[in-house]
């Protein structure tokens, strides 16, 4: 594709191209010496040959999930180097199995809490690695992501045993008319009748459960956390000062086996020993009708206590599990680890004989004993959230450069607080749903309907659904204004921007203005999480406030009140039992949709992207991290490459693409590093992982990452909502950055372009001459000869003591 006229940093490029190639260029008579682009797809699930523009191209390495390919033509390219003078090979890397496939994968969207959750440990303020306050940010955010499993097995309970195995088993006018329900009724009086027995044989659902949430761990973890990192040689950086190094560098980042082996071990006794504390529950209540002083009170008090031992013992491997990052952890777990979910299970089938034991004269009525554990659950969250945002203060204090943080450090919390509402929601809408499926229509806990249903708990947080999408919609309203004010405002610089010689167009001013506008929207996401985040507090307490000093749902907690409080407490109730339903469904469908259809991916892959580009050190059984095989894959590649072939490589990667590219070159050693040139083009690695994960893409990381690593360019757009510039500067004065970059390429119809431009946001980047300009200076500045590690102390003037100016100039 042509332009009318060259963008201003096409132009300026070209100059310094020029200005620089005498310098770095290889001598006319030099042996030729092959280049090697190694293209990095970003969201969408690029193709390979949509990647090299030819539908012929061959597997150079790697297997169905990630490859590598070329184009057939460029297959043995590396016997030919006498035909790419000038030009590098292209070779793509097609990682995108590794988060889409076969429609299945959707269900893994109903992980989303343990993945946000996840997501909360990195989030942590750029505080110094060996602040206090880490180590205390590391253990809330593992027991909060513990409590969300003991949620979800709650929650499991709740519909197996509670609702179904206690209160419609033992109704006779919810079981009548199910048959599958039959043997289990008092009124049938066979075995099963007994309701210890009924909740023993229910018990086996939240087991399912938990056991799928283990065998899925345990599958991605043996597939996606297993690669280990090439062995790399001595003298990994240049000096680069300790407080611009990140933890994305060291040798062990990318591999948590063992880490999430033994989280994994944790979280699974976790639940398992929550459906032995609700069986252990329930027979004590029966027990304490009955004096309290048999053999079956003593044994239950008995198998309590060995419930609270191996809880006891579950938190302590919580709390010493942490992350050893400066080496791959190969350690062998310890022999009480690895036996630990079989002690539980033992427990659980103890208490399942003892729960089953006869009791004559055992009833089930009302809802299950314990079931206010719910609102336990949620007043631990929020103490933990608290205490996470307490911590993450005193992180922010200390932290280095604070300027562009997201929401001054409160990111973690905040997205911690969203972690427990969505399990909340999840929990609540398939309870509700469940309910109301069991009793035919009646509305659960009024007098007219066959069981109690679910704890009145979630009704009051079903209620306060409507007020939070109120508050949603209010930013989305306050979002749109603004857009339209920017719009209006960009709309008159925008032909300013093209030939002066072309015809104004008000509607295409406006489209391209209207992009630009809509595409600054993504750096309103804070005040977006913020407004929803403080809002769920504070709804979230009341809630629980709530339930317990009314012990009703909210319709019939204000019978009493005035008109107009009733009905719009029965009216949120209502809407907000099905919204949470109605939540659920959504989920599923837009995972199927998502992994089906390419444009829905694009819509949201970047979220799912970014949530599961981060290993999982906080909850085993979120989404597995395709980072950990990703990343390998592509230190590998480069590393043996440049050693068998000794030539230059530009690491090319777009969006998500680039985020991988910058990880992967943390993770070269020296020698191969000074081969490699990276090249990065709608990239949110400042935009999106540097505002949101600062300690690891803040400033002085990517300070750095390109201190270390000079020959880096990035191409952003105002029309990209995801990329963005890096906001550095090179030792040598050259900008980082290479934009903003004309969009559309062309106002008008031109000459060049009898037919408009189209608006390219966040693809295409190769269309733009620029592209093929940058990624030439890049290839000259290699040059031929391997560079020689540079002293600290050879830095150029002024970014020897580059602490406050290349931060201030970031």
Known sequence: ?????????????????????????????????????????????????????????????????????????????????????????????????????????????????????????????????????????????????????????????????????????????????????????????????????????????????????????????????????????????????????????????????????????????????????????????????????????????????????????????????????????????????????????????LTAVHSGWARPGAYSRGPLPGAGAFGGIAVFQGGLVLALAVTAWVLQRAARDDARTALR?????????????????????????????????????????????????????????????????????????????????????????????????????????????????????????AATSAVTLVLGAGAVIGAWHTGLAPGRATENAAPVVHAAAETAESLGSWLMGAGVILLITMGRRAYRDHSARRTIGILWDVGTFWPRAAHPFAPPCYAERAVPDLTWRMATWTERFDGRLVLSGHSQGSVLAAAAVWQLDLVTRSRVALLTYGSPLERLYGRWFPAFFGPPALTGLHREMDDWRNLWRFTDPIGGPIRLTCEDGRRIDQGPLRDPLAFGRTLQNPLPAQILGHGDYQADPVFDTVRAELIARLGPDLPCQRPADSAPKGRQDQGSSGRSSA
């Open 1 to 349: 594709m042509e332009t009318a006229d060259p963008t201003p940093h096409a132009r300026s490029t070209d100059r310094d191209s020029t200005a620089d190639g005498p310098a770095d260029a290889a001598p006319p008579d030099a042996a030729p010496q092959l280049s090697l682009e190694l293209l990095v797809h970003g969201v969408g699930g690029t193709t390979a040959p949509e990647m090299l523009g030819d539908p012929r191209v061959q597997l150079i390495t790697g297997d169905d999930t990630a490859a590598c390919y070329r184009r057939t033509d460029d297959a043995d390219a590396e016997q030919r180097p006498d035909d790419y003078r000038g030009e590098p090979v292209r070779e793509a890397y097609c990682w995108s199995n590794l988060t889409s496939g076969n429609g299945a994968r959707a269900l893994w969207l109903l992980l989303v809490p343990f993945m946000v959750a996840n997501l909360a440990h990195w989030m942590r303020p750029a505080a110094p690695s060996e602040h206090p306050a880490q180590r205390v940010y590391d253990l809330l955010v593992r027991i909060l992501a513990l409590t969300l499993t003991v949620l979800l097995a709650a929650a499991s309970c709740e519909v197996a045993l509670d609702l179904t195995a206690w209160q419609c088993a033992g109704t006779t006018a919810c079981a009548a008319d199910k048959s599958w329900m039959g043997f289990l009724s008092p009124d049938n009086s066979g075995w099963w009748s007994a309701p210890g027995r009924r909740l023993a044989l229910a018990s086996m659902v939240p087991l399912l459960v938990i056991g799928f949430l283990w065998w899925l761990s345990r599958r991605t973890w043996s597939a996606y956390e297993s690669a280990s990192p090439p062995p790399r040689l001595p003298g990994t950086s240049r000096g680069t000062p300790v407080a611009e190094r990140t933890a994305l560098s060291r040798e062990g980042f990318w591999y948590g086996r063992r880490l999430v082996a033994r989280l994994r071990a944790a979280h699974t006794t976790a639940g398992v020993l929550t459906i032995a504390a609700v069986l252990l529950a329930a027979a004590a209540k029966t027990d304490e009708r009955g004096g309290g002083d048999s053999v079956l009170a003593v044994t239950g008090r008995a198998l309590t206590a060995l419930v609270i031992v191996l809880a006891a013992v579950t938190l302590v491997v919580v709390w010493r599990t942490a992350r050893s990052e400066d080496a791959p952890d190969l350690a062998s777990d310890r022999l009480v680890v690895r036996a630990l979910p079989y002690a539980a299970l033992g427990a659980l089938v």
């Open 409 to 529: 450090g409160m990111g973690g919390p905040a997205v911690a607080l969203l972690a427990c509402a969505v399990g909340g929601v999840l929990s609540g809408g398939v309870a509700q749903r469940f309910a109301d499926w069991l009793d035919g229509g009646a509305t659960p806990g009024q007098a007219h309907a066959p069981i109690p249903g679910p704890p009145v708990l979630l009704s009051w947080q079903a209620s306060v659904i409507p007020a939070l999408l109120v508050v949603v919609a209010v930013v989305a309203v306050l979002a749109a204004i603004r857009m339209v004010i920017v719009r209006n405002r960009v709309a008159k610089d925008v032909p300013g921007l093209y030939d002066p010689r072309e015809r104004p167009d008000a509607g295409r001013t406006k489209r391209i203005a209207a992009t630009i506008a809509g595409a600054g929207l993504t750096d309103s996401a804070p005040v977006l999480i």
